[in-house]
């Protein structure tokens, strides 16, 4: 916040913070300090936060340096499970323009889904985790991965784990690969595709599903991460699935997810679950055009956010522990993990500490992007958003 934009002053901040840059307007300064809290207290090297407040930025900030230097505002990291958010939003945004229906069976656009007992699956429910595939049965490779059709020729013919849309469980990276072979279907557009034509473009962004990180010189690699600061609460009652889970059953080291993330194994082609690319700007500024316009572009109608944040899938999944959160149509929705603005939010965050949402009723949302992947427990992105909560 040194810089000639600074609409706030400058918290005070200890020897090891590093110069923290943008602008903060009036009001919004608890944000800025725990944005530098974040540096100084819970281990962040370089990382970004944006809050747009009816459209525009209040909150634009960052710090800290990556491999080729500061940190600036052109400065783009992995974002991880953030790309589910926006591949819903791609999605929602084809359900206004008519080329689908939540509460219609997804075989209705994908025959050759309704396989092994799927074909009475909603959209919806797809998109609320609730599909029964959280993990590919068939080995597959990265080849297959970015080939697309291998994989969604294997999910459509695969038998689910339960009866589709009777329990959920996170779908890690199976979930790109379902909904956005339903967009693709319905629309030819694949989400990358989508993103590019229809939202980063007309909104001036910067997000991309992977990256480049030889040719991209903006582009910060993924550090390593932060110590546990305390044991996890639990532990995988089935590691292997874990690793078919979160390695799409051999394709990627599921088990090492950060390791590979700096690789062409995760970088090298479209994964619409979990390698979207940008700025914590970018996602701030997507969210703020799905609750209000910005610069005359409106992304999702009011009708359609409500919508899409009524709960869906809520309590203990079929695989792994209760961790207090709840799903909407596709989004992440406010709970204890994930406070977000209070209730009424809906975004969704990403391995290593990412996060982004949006809160009609405020007006307000939040992108945060870090490099340095957070322990147990990651306090970062939760003390941005009570920061928020008390500016709002």
């Not at 909150?59 to 500061?70: A, E, I, K, N, S």
């Not at 784990?161 to 779908?171: D, F, I, K, N």
């Amino acid at each position: 916040m040194t810089t000639p934009t600074q609409k706030a002053s400058t918290p005070p901040m200890s020897t090891s913070a590093p110069t923290i840059h943008g602008h903060v307007e009036p009001g919004f300064q608890r944000v800025a300090d725990a944005f530098t809290q974040n540096f100084t207290e819970r281990g962040d090297t370089g990382a970004a936060c944006t809050v747009y407040l009816h459209g525009v930025p209040v909150v634009d900030l960052h710090g800290g340096t990556f491999r080729h230097g500061p940190w600036t505002t052109n400065t783009r990291s992995i974002l991880f499970s953030v790309s589910k958010g926006v591949t819903t939003i791609c999605l929602l945004m084809a359900v206004e323009a008519g080329h689908l229906t939540l509460d219609e069976p997804v075989a209705t656009y994908w025959p050759e889904f309704a396989d092994h007992g799927k074909s009475a699956l909603t959209v919806r429910q797809l998109l609320a985790h609730r599909a029964g595939l959280i993990a590919p049965d068939e080995p597959l490779t990265v080849e297959d991965l970015r080939a697309w059709h291998p994989v969604t020729e294997a999910l459509a013919r695969q038998n689910p784990l339960w009866e589709p849309g009777t329990a959920h469980s996170y779908h890690a990276l199976t979930f790109g690969w379902l909904a956005g072979e339903v967009l693709r279907r319905t629309t030819g557009l694949r989400p990358a595709d989508w993103l590019h034509r229809h939202i980063a473009g007309p909104l001036g962004l910067g997000l991309t599903f992977g990256t480049d990180p030889d040719t991209d010189p903006d582009f910060a690699l993924q550090e390593q991460p932060l110590p546990d600061t305390a044991a996890p609460p639990w532990k995988s009652p089935n590691i292997d699935m874990l690793a078919r889970v979160m390695g799409m059953n051999g394709a990627i080291d599921g088990l090492n997810l950060f390791g590979s993330a700096n690789t062409p194994d995760l970088l090298g082609f479209e994964i619409p679950a979990a390698n979207i690319v940008g700025t914590a700007h970018d996602i701030a500024r997507l969210y703020a055009a799905t609750i209000g316009e910005v610069d005359g572009i409106r992304l999702l109608q009011p009708a359609t956010t409500r919508d899409a944040r009524l709960p869906q899938s809520v309590g203990a999944p079929f695989f792994g522990p209760d961790s207090g959160l709840r799903w909407g149509t596709g989004f992440m929705l406010d709970s204890t993990p994930r406070g977000m603005a209070g209730p009424g939010s809906f975004g969704h965050d990403g391995a290593g500490g990412q996060l982004g949402f949006a809160h009609a009723e405020s007006g307000v949302s939040l992108g945060y992007a870090t490099i340095r992947p957070g322990g147990y427990p990651d306090d970062r992105a939760e003390a941005l958003c009570r920061a928020l909560r008390d500016s709002l």
